[in-house]
């Protein structure tokens, strides 16, 4: 586990080590460990060579450790990284599995809602029991706070509220509301052109909106 200058010292350390303690031996400093019938140096050589070849193996056995635990650490990251990859993609598929069944639920609501305004429609012939009870049910089906059906007058010349099932429509009936055809009105616009008109936010539209008994109405 040792790098190679670490290695490098411990052999330079050891070797000096040997040295002094065959110098010692030879000097009687200390008694030998077992007896030494040839040269003390040559043996002291012989065994610095045994441990620099020491030395040599266990920095080539520590590099191809460090190699191959370089390599397992990049393969761990690598599959971290396309595990995190995965995660990320299932999440996003079922995101788009949630919204694509989310709008199908929602479609499949709408056409329901449809088909019981026009089973309404047919089975109901009185006019003033029929609008009245489409804005309900409209209201009901998509979610919409205030909804309301305007007529043409005789003149053709106004568009005039004849049903509503919110509060501020119900106010509105009262004082007979009514709107010119013209561009002045998102209702007058629709009217006069005889095209739909979707606004999301009524406070930028180029076509005016502004009424005070609907002051919720943002789009």
């Known amino acids: 586990m040792l790098r190679a200058r670490a290695i490098i010292v411990l052999l330079a350390i050891t070797i000096a080590f040997t040295f002094l303690k065959t110098i010692a031996q030879t000097q009687g400093w200390i008694p030998p460990a077992f ?18 070849l020491a030395g040599l193996g266990l920095y080539l056995s520590s590099t191809s450790l460090k190699q191959a635990l370089d390599k397992a650490s990049a393969s761990q990251e690598r599959l971290e990284v396309n595990n995190k990859e995965l995660v990320q ?27 019981i305004v026009a089973h ?25 706070y205030h909804v309301g059906i305007f007529l043409l007058d005789e003149k053709r010349e106004n568009a005039v509220l004849r049903a509503a099932n919110s509060l501020g429509g119900r106010r509105m009936l009262e004082r007979n509301h009514q ?22 936010d009524v406070g930028t539209d180029a076509v005016f909106f502004g009424n005070p008994d609907l002051p919720d109405t943002r789009s």
């Open 35 to 52: 007896s030494v019938d040839n040269d003390p140096i040559a043996v002291w050589i012989s065994n610095s060579v045994v441990f620099v």
């Open 120 to 144: 309404t429609i047919a089975s109901v012939q009185d006019i003033e029991t029929l609008l009245p009870e489409i804005t309900r049910l409209v209201s009901n089906q998509f979610g919409f």
């Open 179 to 200: 709107l010119k055809l013209d561009s002045k009105s998102i209702v007058g616009y629709s009217t006069s052109r005889g095209e739909p008109r979707i606004t999301l």
């Open 89 to 115: 993609l299932r999440d996003a598929l079922e995101l788009r599995v949630q919204e694509r069944t989310s709008a199908l639920e929602k479609r499949a609501s709408q056409m329901q809602a449809i088909s």
